[in-house]
């Protein structure tokens, strides 16, 4: 079932047909800017099964209004709460088929539907469970673990429905710092994490106390880097009904056309503090990982191979390079390798300047050079950056991990 509204911009008067897909997810945000003068405007699906409600409305603030008919109608815009929308076009005002049935050439029906049951549990999760799962980790990372362990045990009691009280604290810590990220924590991260950690229990406790020694004599314990983690974890939360189309993309597997396909749930404001922060944190992460495929090579974790060129000759000077540079450290040794590539530095250098800019009918983001000109290397869609989103979280999950079994050896905490 789908429904149509008319929304006529408040600045330059153009005209939109809102074309709302009836689904699974009741409620959602939705923004697209206005293909004349840029104006955003901002609204909200409300669908009740129930009654066979279908609702539209504008949001507050957006200068804009809506009609219940409008002439010389400029383009269409999809909206669908799980499934990518056809990009807004001016040659689609006409009849064309529903998300839906285009999503049953992309899925068999029975994994669309336990696809969009995820979405639905997510959804609702990490609006109302994760706050309290967040706060759980968060008084461990700042060692207040006795009421660490009280907010933990009402998560396992509601979301687990047992109690593992009489678990190791940190060994309860780690159970949910996965699966209480649903959908982020995939299958694949799960993988390569239990390979770091394979791979760190082959090196020399020595030689990792002496990694762990380096962050200590700064005053970063192992629990100052799983919040760091943690703040960026709360963001994804937060985004996530941003990122639903995201999920959807990727769980398609190349069903969907970047060219053809995007999502009307976000704006490029909606996740460029995202995107930026999680590039952040990995590039600072690297530097572990940098360390640990030292002591591989040579057995300590500050003997920098001459052949990498990081813009550093001694380990305790790559804090100073770029995070571009230091990503290019990627693949190059044991560690190292098992993280992917899914992030654009260009993109996120434009994004920290503000030189970016967006074309609302492609959905395409690109990046501006000093002079005003277009860097190629940005370029990114507005449904890839969603989905870039979700995988640096996940190998901000991969990188965690060696962390955790550090301070599980107990040679990462202020006592080491």
Not at 31 to 37: A, I, L, R
Not at 86 to 95: D, N, R, T
Not at 205 to 219: I, N, P, Q
Not at 281 to 294: E, K, P, Y
Request: aromatic share 10%; with cysteine.
């Amino acid at each position: 079932m789908v429904k149509n509204f008319f929304v006529v911009c408040g600045v330059c008067g153009c005209a939109y047909r809102i074309r709302v897909q009836a689904g699974y997810v009741n409620d959602y945000s939705a923004s697209f800017h206005c293909t004349q003068c840029g104006n955003r405007i901002d609204g909200a699906v409300h669908l009740d099964p129930s009654c066979a409600l279908v609702d539209f409305r504008l949001g507050d603030g957006s200068v804009a209004s809506l009609t219940d008919s409008a002439e010389n109608v400029r383009a269409l815009v999809e909206l669908s709460g799980e499934l990518p929308s056809f990009k807004m076009s001016s040659a689609g005002c006409g009849c064309m088929i529903s998300p839906y049935m285009r999503a049953a050439s992309v899925f068999r029906f029975d994994e669309l539907k336990e696809h969009i049951s995820e979405l639905e549990f997510c959804l609702d999760y990490y609006r109302t469970d994760w706050p309290t799962v967040r706060t759980a980790l968060q008084l461990f990372n700042d060692e207040n673990d006795g009421f660490a362990a009280e907010m933990l045990l009402r998560c396992e009691k509601k979301l687990l429905e047992e109690d593992c009280s009489e678990r190791p604290l940190l060994n309860r810590i780690y159970c949910f710092s996965w699966t209480g990220l649903p959908m982020v924590a995939d299958a694949d991260a799960r993988k390569r994490a239990k390979e770091v950690t394979a791979r760190v229990r082959r090196l020399q406790v020595d030689a990792l106390a002496d990694l762990a020694g380096f962050y200590l004599a700064s005053g970063v314990t192992g629990r100052h880097v799983l919040a760091e983690t943690l703040e960026v974890f709360d963001q994804v939360a937060k985004a996530y009904p941003s990122l639903v189309n995201g999920f959807t993309f990727l769980k398609a597997n190349g069903g969907y056309s970047l060219e053809e396909y995007g999502s009307y749930s976000c704006t490029p404001e909606d996740l460029k503090d995202l995107y930026c922060d999680e590039y952040e944190l990995i590039g600072r992460l690297m530097v572990l990982f940098i360390g640990l495929d030292n002591i591989v090579r040579d057995g300590a974790f500050d003997a920098m191979p001459p052949m990498l060129n990081l813009g550093a000759k001694t380990f305790d000077k790559l804090g100073r390079v770029s995070k571009a540079k230091r990503l290019e450290a990627v693949g190059t040794g044991a560690f190292t390798g098992l993280i992917r590539r899914c992030w654009k530095p260009g993109l996120r250098n434009a994004f920290c300047h503000n030189k970016t800019r967006f074309d609302s009918e492609t959905q395409l983001v690109q990046a501006l050079r000093d002079d005003g000109t277009v860097d190629p290397a940005g370029d990114t869609y507005l449904l890839e950056m969603a989905c870039e989103c979700i995988l640096m979280a996940r190998e901000i999950l991969v990188m965690r991990e060696a962390v955790f079994y550090m301070l599980g050896r107990g040679i990462w905490t202020d006592g080491a």
